[in-house]
């Protein structure tokens, strides 16, 4: 959960310099699309003790992108440094192949420019979120020293921080340090769950599609730029405008001794927010949440004991039509052995202008993980 934090602080920095843009050096002529392909190395940031040993080497793994570079003048991501983004494969070894078996995934990810496309290295933020497979979950018999992963699939988390440098017409040098997450959100247990943080190097080649429309023989000097060129980005609009939200959510969770059954718990998740929009990019939220957990029923057998209510505030990045949400709230009275503080780290996805579907997590003692929350919201006051 740390990185998410990170996450959003780097998006608030660097967005105010890749915003609307101006009319001037266009060149939108094609489509422009890109293959990549990194190798990833690192360490564990491990917070149990189980495993300690069986991490200390490190991991390794592999990964593949292909990417798309809008070239609609009226694009959204044209707001946001031109962006592109596109759809992945990782593979990775992270440790003892007995315990963790070879963990694939397949995600979705973004790439937001942090500098100027006149220069020849161009620094950039990379999040990517996806499916996580192909794990080897804990197991009372088989594999009881796993504590960190309670089932076959997991979310897949990334986030990466890098540059790609320019060595020919199609091809760039990529270079950069991220973090990788695998979790489940307390949806099963054990769920210490995997971070991991290293470097990775890669190569990027790059090419217009539109080439074999224009001329397709394979020895022509009839050729299409093959990379976009980023015009120069101006300031948002500012908005100032607000809005009230209404989300209702839920998910299932287990204790940390129903590991390895099928017992479960549901939780509820409720949460009215003031919002207010500085502009396109920036939101920053207050609110008031309503919380209930089953899996509490030892410690209060009475139902009615499970409620929880909190109040938090948060910041909102938003982009085309999702927006990154990150939360810190206290509870309001009674924690249930939660600790005082909590986050909410979400995803919305406007399916229209009043309704938008979420997906997050919440976390408890800090970091670690209280349970996933899925639900819809909806949006009954603009002003």
Known sequence: MRFVVIFSFLFYSFASLNAQTNSDDRDWAGRFRYLEIKGHTGGHLYTGNALADVLANG?????????????????????????????????????????????????????????????????????????????????????????????????????????????????DLLYGVDVTHFSNGRTFTPNYGLNMFGINVGLRY?????????????????????????????????????????????????????????????????????????????????????????????????????????????YDFMFGKFALRVQGGTYLGDDKGKDKTYVRAALQYHLTDWLFAQAGLKTKNGSRADWAEFGLGFIPFNF
């Open 206 to 314: 790059l090419y217009n599609a539109d080439q074999k429309k224009i001329d397709n023989d394979p020895f022509t000097t009839n050729l299409l730029q093959a990379r976009f060129k980023r015009p120069k980005s101006i300031k948002p609009t500012r908005l100032n405008s607000s809005q009230i939200e209404v989300f209702l959510g839920g998910g299932t969770v287990q204790n940390e001794e129903d590991r390895g059954t099928s017992t479960r718990y549901y939780t509820f998740s409720g949460a009215l927010d003031y919002k207010y929009k500085l502009n396109k990019m920036h939101g920053f939220t207050a609110g008031l949440d309503l919380f209930y957990d089953e899996s509490l029923v030892l410690e209060y057998p009475d139902s009615s004991d499970r409620f929880l209510t909190g109040a938090h505030l948060g």
């Open 59 to 171: 991991y390794g793994a592999i990964e593949v992108r292909y990417g798309w570079q809008p070239s609609d003048p009226e694009h959204w991501t044209n707001a946001y440094g031109f962006s592109s983004y596109g759809l992945g494969w990782y593979s990775g070894y992270i440790g003892d192949l007995d315990i963790f078996g070879n963990p694939n995934a397949l995600f979705a990810f973004i790439n937001f420019p942090l500098s100027s496309s006149n220069r020849r290295n161009v620094f950039q933020v990379s999040p990517a979120l996806g499916l996580a497979y192909n794990l080897i979950p804990y197991d009372e018999n088989t594999n009881p020293s796993n504590d960190a992963i309670g089932a076959e699939f997991a979310f897949y988390i990334h986030l990466g921080f890098g540059a790609e440098y320019r060595l020919t017409r199609e091809t």
